[in-house]
Structures are given as structure tokens and as C-alpha cells.
């Protein structure tokens, strides 16, 4: 073989060994998906088998962003998962060549739930196999039908906590714990096809607290940077994006039924701070309700003592509305123009409650009467399109149909 064929012989053949020591590409575990975050920032994720291939490339309106390692692969968490900032005004967003869906100029379709995990125990199961005994996947396919230009996500993601109850039939063999097995079940493949129509705003449920689901959360969905060890009280921050103003408040530590004073005091100096520079016409996301009426066999109890005594006088005029979940309902509460009104959808796949026999109207929570109210005991997903005035919105049931309408303007939260 002549000198400079054998020259290229081995330069080929160096190239080809290096290509084969590059980490080797491979379709994505999940994701990827985009969550929005404080100061006009957008984070971009995906989630990829550990050691099979690098970060995905991430392109923002031309210019690369390098994405990196969030937390170390463990035991629990054999994944990489892998993300980076964008700004939340990106008009074109690409990973590994593929579009991503971002926030428009203008958000006019957001999609609201939450609460959508399976209910594992070792007492109790829900049937995971049942579209209508858990109709998560169900109702993220049809959310993402809608075509939202937002997801809001009022937090517990994660209910596999334990192994399978002898003799249920509907979670034999299923995954639990506090691991991405479990998360990957309970949220990451049902919501697929949601987390690739629009991007997220995630807010964290007592189902994510450190004794619970704190690690995948931390992981896999906060919007901070990975903290050196679980914290149950996060810092708030404000999202300002295609006209909306979210208050992103972390009461998933909050007590339902009790005042302790620390966790009191502690709540209300971040509430102070977020609320104190609220703009007009605001929506606080929080976890727990601050002003609703227990369900099930606590029927017109009032809930979340603790966020109650932290807001207390720190509400300002520039505040709408809290949108909320943990409790498996529907329900909407209006107090008039003294107090932001009060929706919760906490019913995307979790076991529903029973709604209370009480009319709301005429009940008093905190000192204040609502004046018209409904709750709604059904699976389903909540729509508001934005109107003339406010917002239009409609709870969708898990067979599309409509089971409910709502206007949504300042203040006044009228559901019917």
C-alpha cells in the first residue's frame, strides 16, 4: 500500500475511534420541556439515560445555549437530567432540532389542574390500568388537544409511595418511592404529550415535600437551582410573562389545621415580599387554597389555618385571585371586591372528594362571607381564554364534555 494511502488508512481510522469514544445518541427518557421561571426566564429540560449521550443541543432564537448535568445520578435517579436557562420571550426554540413550544407575546389559553398522581398505599390503591378510575393520561391528552399557550400545574405530582396492597389489581408491580421509576409513572409518561404542547409553570404540592416526594421534585421539576439538600420552604418569585403576573408561592409545608407561630411568621415575611410589589390584576399559584372550606369528612371546616394568619394584612388591592389545588375538586369562591377570589382544580387523576351538602354562598372564612361560589366533585380540566374582559373559562370533564363555565374579571370569579 503506498505511503499516503496508508496515511489515510490510519487518519480514518483515528477518526473513526474518536467518534466511537463520543457518548452515543439516544432518544430522550423525557422531554424535552420548558418551565417558566423569575426574571424573565425560562428553563429547558429533558431527561436522558445516564452515561448513554451528552446534553441535548439547545438553540434560542440562533444562538446555542449550553445545557448541563442538574444533580448527580444516584441509586434512586439512574438519569442525567439536563437543562438551561433561555429568556421566556424566545421566539424560536430548538432542541436537538426539534421545536419547542414558548410562551407567545400574548398567553390566551392556559390550561389549570393539578393533584394528578396514583394513589399508592399500603392501605389503599387506586387502579393506575383504569382511564377512569385514574384519568391523568386521559386528561393531559386532551389538554394537549387544546392547542394552551400555557400549563399551570397546582402541584402533587408524585402518590406512588409505597408498595402495591396485596391483592389489589390495579397496581401489581407498580414502581414506588421517592425514585424517577416512580416519577416516570406517575407523572413524566402520562403527561408526555402536555409537556411537549406548551410550556409549564409548576408549583410544588406536600406530595413533594422532603419526607415525601422531595428528592424527584427537587430533581426533576423545581425551577432553582439544585439545592444541596431538600429545603420544605422555597423561597416565592414572580412570573411576568405574555401579559399574565404569577405569584409563585411555596405553601406545600403549610399547616391545614393548625397556627404554628414560627411557620406563621416565616410565611409572612415572603408574602410580604411578594406581595408588597404585586402588579395589577396578579394571580397568586399556590399549592393549598388560602380560603376555602374542607371536603370529605370535613365538610365546611375552613382549610390552610397557616396561610390564612400569614396573609392576614398583607393582601394588597393589586391582587385577583389564588389559583390552587389539594383539594380533589373543583370549586370556585367569590368574596367581592374586599378579598381576591379563590379557584381550585385539584382534579386531574388523585381520588376525588366528596363536595359538602353546604351551599358556599353565605359561609364565612377569615372574617369574610363568600358571596357566590360551586364545587364540583369530577375529574377533569380547567381552560380560561382570554376575553374582551378578564377570562372565559370552562371545566372540562374526562370525556371532553362541559361541566362547568366560569368569567374571570378582577375580582369576580363567577362559576355556574
Not at 421517592?178 to 406517575?186: F, I, L, M, Y
Not at 415580599?273 to 387554597?289: D, E, I, K, M
Not at 365546611?300 to 385571585?321: E, F, K, S, W, Y
Given at each position: 500500500m503506498p505511503a499516503a494511502a496508508r496515511l489515510l488508512a490510519a487518519a480514518c481510522g483515528l477518526i473513526v475511534a474518536a467518534l466511537a469514544a463520543q457518548p452515543a445518541a439516544a432518544k430522550p427518557i423525557a422531554g424535552p420541556w420548558v418551565e417558566l421561571g423569575p426574571d424573565g426566564t425560562a428553563s429547558v429540560r429533558e431527561v436522558v439515560a445516564s452515561g448513554v449521550r451528552a446534553c441535548p443541543r439547545v438553540v434560542a432564537d440562533g444562538n446555542t445555549v449550553e445545557a448541563r448535568q442538574r444533580g448527580a445520578a444516584d441509586g434512586a435517579f439512574p438519569i442525567t437530567v439536563c437543562a438551561t436557562q433561555v429568556p421566556a420571550n424566545t421566539k424560536h426554540l430548538t432542541v436537538d432540532g426539534k421545536t419547542v413550544p414558548i410562551v407567545p407575546p400574548t398567553i390566551r389559553r392556559i390550561v389549570v389542574f393539578g393533584d394528578t398522581g396514583c394513589r399508592v398505599l399500603a392501605h389503599f390503591a387506586q387502579d393506575c390500568n383504569d382511564p377512569k378510575a385514574w384519568p391523568f393520561p386521559t386528561i393531559a391528552r386532551l389538554a394537549a388537544a387544546r392547542h394552551p399557550d400555557l400549563v399551570i400545574h397546582v402541584g402533587d405530582y408524585y402518590y406512588r409511595e409505597a408498595a402495591c396492597p396485596t391483592g389489589?389489581?390495579?397496581?401489581?408491580?407498580?414502581?414506588?418511592?421517592?425514585?424517577?421509576?416512580?416519577?416516570?409513572?406517575?407523572?413524566?409518561?402520562?403527561?408526555?404529550?402536555?409537556?411537549a404542547a406548551a410550556p409549564w409553570v409548576m408549583s410544588r404540592g406536600n406530595h413533594e415535600l422532603c419526607r415525601r416526594g422531595g428528592k424527584g421534585w427537587f430533581r426533576l421539576l423545581d425551577r432553582r437551582p439544585m439545592p444541596v439538600a431538600c429545603d420544605n420552604m422555597t423561597a416565592p418569585y414572580r412570573i411576568e410573562?405574555?401579559?399574565?403576573?404569577?405569584?409563585?408561592?411555596?405553601?406545600?409545608?403549610?399547616?391545614?389545621?393548625?397556627?404554628?407561630?414560627?411557620?406563621?411568621?416565616?410565611?409572612?415575611?415572603?408574602?410580604?415580599?411578594?406581595?408588597?410589589?404585586?402588579?395589577?390584576?396578579?394571580?397568586?399559584?399556590?399549592?393549598?387554597?388560602?380560603w376555602a372550606l374542607a371536603?370529605?369528612?370535613?365538610?365546611?371546616?375552613?382549610?390552610?389555618?397557616?396561610?390564612?394568619?400569614?396573609?392576614?394584612?398583607?393582601?394588597?388591592?393589586?391582587?385577583?385571585?389564588v389559583v390552587s389545588g389539594h383539594l380533589h375538586d373543583f370549586a370556585s369562591y367569590q368574596f367581592g371586591p374586599k378579598r381576591p377570589s379563590q379557584l381550585i382544580a385539584g382534579t386531574g387523576g388523585d381520588t376525588l372528594l366528596p363536595v359538602t351538602p353546604i351551599p358556599l354562598a353565605g359561609e364565612t372564612i377569615d372574617g369574610l362571607k363568600v358571596q357566590k361560589g360551586m364545587t364540583l366533585a369530577r375529574f377533569g380540566y380547567f381552560v380560561m381564554?382570554?376575553?374582551?374582559?378578564?377570562?372565559?373559562?370552562?371545566?372540562?370533564?374526562?370525556?371532553?364534555?362541559?361541566?362547568a363555565r366560569c368569567h374571570i374579571a378582577a375580582r369576580t370569579l363567577d362559576c355556574r
Open positions: 389489589s389489581k390495579g397496581c401489581p408491580g407498580t414502581p414506588h418511592g421517592d425514585n424517577w421509576e416512580a416519577w416516570k409513572a406517575d407523572f413524566f409518561d402520562p403527561a408526555e404529550p402536555l409537556l410573562t405574555g401579559g399574565l403576573s404569577l405569584l409563585m408561592f411555596d405553601d406545600a409545608d403549610a399547616d391545614d389545621f393548625t397556627t404554628e407561630p414560627k411557620k406563621v411568621a416565616a410565611y409572612a415575611a415572603q408574602l410580604a415580599g411578594l406581595l408588597r410589589r404585586a402588579p395589577p390584576h396578579s394571580w397568586l399559584v399556590t399549592h393549598r387554597p388560602v371536603m370529605g369528612n370535613l365538610p365546611g371546616v375552613p382549610l390552610n389555618l397557616t396561610g390564612q394568619a400569614a396573609i392576614r394584612g398583607h393582601v394588597p388591592p393589586t391582587l385577583d385571585m381564554d382570554r376575553a374582551e374582559t378578564g377570562w372565559n373559562g370552562t371545566f372540562y370533564g374526562i370525556d371532553d364534555g362541559v361541566l
